[in-house]
């Protein structure tokens, strides 16, 4: 069998983001944790957390018809995407964003949209 020591429950955060501008400077944020984002319409964007190392962001694009765009924090990037250009999550999909350090994000699975 196994022993309890009685220890803490993790749990991660869980939020709803809707969209904000269209360009990296103006995009509303997600949190890590379990974001739901509402209202992509193909042009509209949120903006992944300051980079860094360890962080986790699991972002669901709720629209089923529409393509959610996502930038990474100013001067970062996403996969080989390159500094600050924008990341499509497809329509209705979740994508598991990890930080290997203070520039880089990559997503589970892994996607180059």
Request: charged share 10%; glycine share 8%; with cysteine.
């Amino acid at each position: 069998g196994t022993v309890s020591t009685g220890g803490a429950v993790v749990r991660n955060k869980v939020a709803t983001v809707a969209v904000g501008g269209t360009a990296i400077s103006n995009a509303n944020a997600v949190g890590e944790g379990y974001t739901r984002v509402t209202g992509a319409d193909n042009t509209a964007a949120v903006i992944l957390p300051a980079s860094v190392a360890t962080k986790v962001c699991t972002v669901k694009n709720a629209t089923t018809n529409k393509v959610l765009i996502m930038f990474p924090p100013v001067s970062s990037q996403i996969n080989a995407n390159g500094a600050n250009n924008a990341y499509n999550i497809a329509a209705g999909a979740t994508r598991t964003f990890r930080c290997f350090n203070s520039t880089l994000w990559e997503t589970d699975p892994e996607t180059i949209a």
